[in-house]
């Protein structure tokens, strides 16, 4: 990259004046620093303070005029100290690039490892192939957060991860606190941690023991609330550095998009068991997302996608075409965009607080040209990386003329989708189709929670080959391990895990049926005549290579009453219900009399006319 | 004599007047102030409230997609090749194909269009049968289809997938689509909510007016919201609307007798469907989907085909912006205008007093005879219940033998033969007691009755039809050895008889009523809409109302008359 000398002069002083006014307790720093040589918190630099925090963002063109851009922000925690009380009046917590927000409910409710991920969309592995991060860092449609928690009980661990999610809900602005015991799940196969049986995770009591907890919300609607929230974790808040390139509008109008946060706790000491030694927090957070440039770059022109004007129209040259008819051409293979132009904001500016610079990678092939833009001028290097280093508006410029030829996506080990199937409303199926396009085979864990109101029947859970190698394959050699845990009524969900291994070349299908229960009234959604949504299934790829995905959300449809219905018999019967036990009471305690009758009645019950009466009576007995 | 007895002497008079008054009650609804003016009941659907964009340049792409497809006509391009060129042409633009193949029933393209608001779950259909009902070739409508999707390809606003069908045909081979996407097929996009069939099979620019079909199989129905969204759309946007198949002249027509013909017709259109040609929506019956056909009439007109392409789209817009499933509106409900409705409330009661006639009928055979005091629980009502079952597992051995060997003629003659019987048997036959006769008689009727009272709640067309013709039925006299006008009411019943036979009675208002339906074409009919559409019209036939039929003509051989005095001791 190239600078003018004076915008380096500039920015060098600029850097100065911050150590002078920043560091005002140089020594400290000094201390603390030589002190954790093997992790070096913060250091002083010529630049000023910089912080344990490294932001990344990597562009990549994928075919048919798709975009994929991923951000990478990494940063540390202060450390602490396991043995020390939180509540003590000695003790006091500083933080720096880590949030405030997250670190104190991290540490109360003593999460080793978590893991949350808000996505939404659709990604087109048979196009784009493997998911960005080989899908560990993707989630299904909704939101997903899974966590190790330390605990002595398995119910005080399911305690402190109520408490997590109950945090985490109210940091997200999302359900998650919606997150019960009838959601949550203990993955046996899936989700297990790199660290085999949890070694290498810390524990800070001996005496507890590690949980794992996985749980999902299926299209809980993700939005701007959820970015924001997100933004605001990071040191920069979004106002430099690459994040300021995020903005909800654009991000959300993209063809697939994904914000995960993954946190876990490392031990400078080695020792498992380390109650005083030295811990401290690990963030990775990541937005991927997927645009389609050629239609955002014509709603930047146009905002409605009205018919285009008749010169603008792309027609096939070798089929007839006039001023009256016109067959389209496929989509255009020459771009030219910005990535102003997809999110709609320049880079404001480098983060200063980071050990790097804020780096921007294009991983384009060579028919692709990548500048940098700073300014008004425009910057090229060898690798397509570019580092930003002064406080100016900077801009990724990229065009190719044949946009077909990208860097060569990753081959897919195994695709998968999942369909209901079934007629009618009091059972159904599913049906999952695994399809091996390699020439080896594939080793995979199948995680599904289905909720307690589908009742599995694993009895007939079926196989069948629909493509490749028919002969010889029973649901025993694909299956070789089961994990079921059925449901309880209200309380759990049902819980099935396979070990399986689909051959090569091969397309399997796995069905199996199930009931459905009938719900109590109270416990439709407000929206009961949407569905009800099931989570993705899960596949993690253990052999040959480790790789993550999911199949899409699915809507079952209960029999569900129609909920105004009751409501008008209610009231129509309640009406009658009034009318005839007011008639029928007012017939029953009351006499109808003409008004003379009555007035005679009421002279009778006169106090007067009883006296006379009486006084009548007296008169005649004693016959005077 | 009491009243009550008096009452019991007159019950085939209060019967056959019953019958009347359901007649009057259909009659009186397309009177004024009997029937209601649609309305959109579910506030989402917003019909024509964007503007439709599929106009100015779109139509230009249209007619560039039409200019190959007729090639495909032109050269007779077999299905396959057909298949894979128009596999390409969507995958141009982003959409994921496939190809279901059924030897049986024909192969179907479909593409999914995974929008990106979307969450996968939730798809509307839009279908184009390569050749529709009238095995025209659909190149209006299969250029119509690309285009629209293409275009729709451009929008971000869908909130469901969308996918779209090119089956072979509007019947079997749809219908055995939809069964695949709901048990066996690989590419799925979620549970259909919405299905628009497009027929317009002219390679025109323009249009006259469009007739929307709606009928579903086994008396379900598209949700009224659907059908008025697409009724309110066409006319919103121009063109005419004619429902159940009416003529261009008679569609402005108003007044008492244009709605009685329209809600007659729609008794028909329904009663029939499965049997009649079908249009495609027929194929999506079931599974919670709402479908209806938009079917282009007329090549001369002012109406151009993307004024006909903003019905589909302005559904579509309607259809995505529902959050909740099709649940606001009626499921039941009968058709006097495009804009005027009875809902169920106004018809049902007219076949529940049909029910009640024949029940009443099967009264009048158990206290008016002459045998003496009615005692329910004796061996004749065992008797007769057997009989009842026997005539029940012939009536089920028939209607499946029909099914595997379709042979009409042979079927009416063996009926013929059945009506015969009565009418042949001069002498008494031993078995057969005056009292087991008019048993029979009461389980025929009772029978009748309850299959009635089951079907009227989900096929309100067809109960109301069987009721109906089975009426003759209940003219049937039981009768005695040694009456003396016994010629006179054996050649009565043989008529009765004859007229309310389910096959003859079937075949007879087909033909009067049903110009698709000539001669022996109802059988065939119903036997291909059980097998390619699950239709179950036939087996209701041969399993209510034919061992009812049987029952009954079995009541009406000559019985030996019992002496009164013998059977009180």
Excluded at chain 1, 341 to 365: M, Q, R
Excluded at chain 1, 458 to 483: A, P
Excluded at chain 2, 204 to 209: G, K, V
């Amino acid at each position: 990259m190239r600078h003018s000398p004076i915008t380096i002069a500039l920015l060098l002083l600029c850097k100065l004046a911050f150590v002078v006014t920043s560091t005002e307790d140089p020594e400290e720093s000094k201390i603390k620093t030589s002190d954790n040589h093997d992790n070096e918190l913060f250091r002083v630099m010529e630049g000023g303070i910089e912080y344990p925090y490294e932001e990344v963002l990597n562009v990549r063109p994928l075919p048919h005029n798709h975009l994929l851009s991923s951000f990478q922000f990494q940063m540390n925690s202060e450390p602490f100290y396991p043995g020390q009380s939180l509540h003590g009046f000695e003790t006091y917590d500083h933080y720096t690039v880590f949030p405030k927000s997250l670190e104190p409910l991290l540490r109360r409710t003593d999460v080793r490892k978590l893991h949350l991920r808000f996505t939404r969309g659709y990604w087109d592995s048979e196009e784009w192939g493997r998911l960005p991060h080989q899908g560990f860092k993707s989630g299904g449609s909704g939101v997903e957060l899974w966590a190790v928690v330390e605990g002595s009980s398995k119910q005080e661990a399911y305690n402190k991860w109520k408490s997590l999610a109950n945090g985490l809900s109210g940091s997200f602005c999302a359900s998650i606190n919606f997150i019960d015991n009838a959601k949550t799940n203990y993955p046996v196969f899936s989700f297990q941690p790199v660290e085999t049986n949890f070694d290498g995770i810390p524990l800070f009591n001996e005496t507890n023991e590690l949980y794992l907890m996985h749980a999902s919300l299926a299209n809980e609607p993700i939005c701007t609330e959820n970015l924001t929230p997100l933004l605001t974790l990071l040191p920069s808040k979004g106002k430099s550095g690459i994040s300021s390139l995020l903005d909800g509008h654009k991000l959300f109008d993209s063809i697939w998009h994904n914000m995960a946060i993954d946190i876990q706790t490392s031990c400078i000491d080695n020792d498992r068991y380390a109650n005083n030694g030295e811990c401290y927090f690990e963030m990775e957070s990541n937005v991927d997302v997927v645009a389609h440039v050629p239609s955002i770059l014509s709603r930047n022109k146009h905002p409605i996608p009205k018919p285009l004007g008749g010169e603008d129209l792309h027609c096939d040259l070798s089929k007839p075409y006039d001023a009256y008819q016109c067959f389209p051409s496929p989509e255009t293979t020459e771009i030219q965009f910005s990535l102003s132009d997809i999110f709609g904001k320049n880079i404001s500016g480098a983060n200063d607080l980071s050990f790097t610079h804020s780096k921007i990678c294009a991983s384009v092939s060579d028919n692709w040209l990548a500048t940098i833009k700073v300014d008004d001028g425009l910057f090229g290097t060898d690798d397509n990386c570019f580092e930003l280093t002064e406080n100016r508006n900077y801009d990724i410029y990229m065009e190719s003329g044949s946009t077909d030829k990208v860097i060569p996506v990753d081959d897919v080990p195994i695709y998968a989708s999942r369909s209901l199937t079934g007629y009618g409303q009091d059972h159904g199926g599913l049906r999952t189709v695994f399809t091996n396009p390699t020439h080896k085979p594939v080793r995979l864990s199948y995680y599904e929670s289905l909720p307690w109101f589908m009742r599995v029947y694993l009895s007939t859970l079926d196989m069948e080959v629909t493509h490749g190698n028919k002969e010889g394959f029973t649901l025993n050699d694909i299956v070789e391990s089961q994990y079921y845990i059925p449901s309880i009524d209200r309380k759990r969900s049902s819980q099935l895990e396979f070990i399986m291994t689909i051959p090569a070349n091969s397309t399997i299908a796995l069905s199996y049926e199930f009931d459905k229960a009938l719900l109590h009234f109270t416990e439709y959604p407000p929206d009961a005549n949407h569905g009800f949504e099931i989570e993705s299934l899960i596949i993690t790829i253990l052999e040959p290579i480790p790789y993550q995905l999911r199949t899409a959300t699915l809507l079952v449809y209960l029999s569900t009453p129609d909920f105004s219905m009751p409501y008008n018999v209610i009231i129509i019967s309640s009406t009658i219900m009034g009318l005839i036990f007011g008639t029928l009471y007012n017939l029953i305690t009351k006499k109808m009399v003409p008004m003379e009758e009555a007035e005679k009645i009421l002279a009778t019950r006169s106090i007067k006319y009883k006296l006379t009466m009486l006084k009548q009576r007296v008169v005649s007995k004693f016959g005077f | 004599m009491g009243l009550v007895p008096k009452f019991l002497k007159q019950l085939p008079k209060v019967a056959k007047l019953l019958m009347l008054i359901a007649l009057i009650m259909i009659a009186i609804i397309p009177m004024d102030g009997q029937y209601r003016r649609t309305y959109i009941s579910e506030n989402a659907l917003m019909p024509s409230q964007a503007y439709s964009y599929f106009r100015e340049s779109e139509w230009n792409i249209v007619r560039g997609y039409r200019s190959q497809i007729e090639e495909f006509k032109n050269n007779e391009v077999a299905t396959q090749e057909r298949n894979t060129i128009v596999e390409s042409w969507l995958q141009d633009f982003g959409i994921k194909t496939s190809v279901y193949h059924n030897e049986e029933h024909g192969d179907t393209l479909y593409g999914i269009l995974h929008t990106p608001r979307g969450d996968g779950t939730e798809a509307i259909v839009l279908s184009i049968p390569w050749f529709n009902s009238d095995d025209e070739f659909n190149v209006g409508g299969a250029a119509l289809g690309i285009g629209l999707l293409r275009y729709f390809s451009r929008w971000p606003i869908w909130s469901k997938n969308l996918i779209i069908v090119f089956s072979e045909n509007p019947r079997d081979s749809l219908r055995s689509w939809v069964e695949a996407y709901h048990t066996s097929l690989d590419l799925t996009g979620g549970s259909i909510e919405a299905a628009i069939n497009i027929d317009y099979a002219s390679n025109s620019d323009f249009l006259d007016y469009v007739e929307i079909y709606y009928d579903g199989l086994n008396g379900e129905l598209p949700n009224l919201d659907l059908l008025n969204v697409a009724v309110k759309i066409t006319q919103h946007e121009g063109m005419k609307v004619s429902l159940n198949g009416q003529s261009k002249d008679t569609i402005d027509d108003t007044g008492y007798l244009p709605r009685l013909k329209t809600l007659l017709l729609g008794i028909r259109d329904s009663t029939f469907a499965g049997i009649k040609k079908t249009h495609g929506n027929e194929a999506f019956s079931g599974w919670r989907i709402q479908a209806v056909t938009l079917k282009a009439c007329g090549e001369q007109g002012n109406i151009d085909i993307t004024t006909f392409g903003r019905v589909p789209e302005a559904i579509f817009r309607s259809v995505n912006n529902l959050l909740e499933k099709f649940h606001q509106s009626f499921f039941f409900y009968l058709m006097l205008a495009p804009r005027n409705f009875v809902s169920i409330s106004s018809y049902l009661p007219s076949a529940v007093i049909i029910s009640i006639v024949y029940a009443t009928f099967s009264l009048d055979a158990l206290v008016n005879t002459s045998i003496g005091s009615p005692v329910f629980y004796n061996t004749e009502s065992l008797s007769s219940l057997v009989i009842w079952s026997i005539a029940l597992a012939t009536s089920y051995v028939l209607a499946q033998a029909f099914v595997y060997a379709p042979i009409p003629e042979l079927l009416l003659a063996i009926n013929a033969c059945i009506v015969m019987i009565p009418y042949l048997l001069r002498k008494p036959i031993s078995i057969l007691k005056e009292p087991l006769s008019y048993r029979i008689r009461v389980f025929g009727f009772l029978y009748m009755s309850l299959a009635l009272t089951s079907l009227l709640v989900i096929n309100f067309p067809l109960a109301f039809v069987m009721g109906v013709l089975s009426f003759p039925m209940t003219l049937v006299e039981t009768e005695k050895a040694g009456s003396l006008k016994q010629k006179t009411v054996k050649i009565k019943n043989m008529i009765c008889l004859t007229l309310s036979n389910p096959f003859f009675a079937i075949l007879i208002i087909s033909n009067v009523v049903d110009s698709e339906l000539s001669s022996l074409q109802v059988f065939f009919g119903l036997v291909s809409a059980w097998k390619d559409l699950n239709c179950w019209t036939w087996y209701v036939i041969c399993i209510a109302w034919f061992p009812a039929w049987l029952l009954i003509t079995m009541s009406a051989i000559v019985s030996t008359p019992v002496d009164t005095e013998k059977k009180h001791q």
